[in-house]
């Protein structure tokens, strides 16, 4: 292994832990926090939520039937559904999402929940 060779290695390494350490660091907590829901590609449902909000349930429809969600002190998950609607149970086997890049996906049904910002101007870690 040559000079070079090591080198690279350690510069790729440190990357991917600079990486890593600034996305486990503490979100601002000062923007509002939005709970997205989407169905087929669609944005059905956009939810405010806050970490006063105690079990929290939201229901929403779909092709399929009536699916919800909890929402718990900021954090939100997919409450399980019939396994003829949803046969897998992937999505409420996620359990809890808290983050911006977090996202709870149903397939069967083409669900997607995710936390979402009012504000769209913001630097997301693509843009920086």
């Known amino acids: 292994m040559t000079r070079w060779d090591k080198i690279i290695i350690v510069s ?3 990357i991917g832990f600079t990486g890593m350490f600034l996305l486990s660091l503490p979100e601002d907590e000062k923007d ?12 059905t449902d956009k939810i405010l939520i806050s970490k006063n909000d105690k079990n929290r349930i939201i229901e929403f429809e779909f092709e399929g039937g009536v699916g919800s969600i909890e929402i718990n002190e900021g954090a939100v998950r997919m409450l399980e559904m019939d396994r003829a609607i949803c046969p897998e149970g992937i999505c409420s086997n996620t359990g809890w999402i808290t983050r911006k890049h977090q996202t709870i996906i149903c397939l069967p049904n083409k669900i997607a929940v995710s936390f979402d910002s009012q504000s769209d101007d913001e630097l997301d870690g693509i843009s920086y």
Not at 35 to 40: D, G, L, Q
């Open 12 to 14: 790729v390494l440190l």
């Open 32 to 43: 509002e926090k939005y709970v997205s829901i989407s169905v087929n590609g669609r944005e």
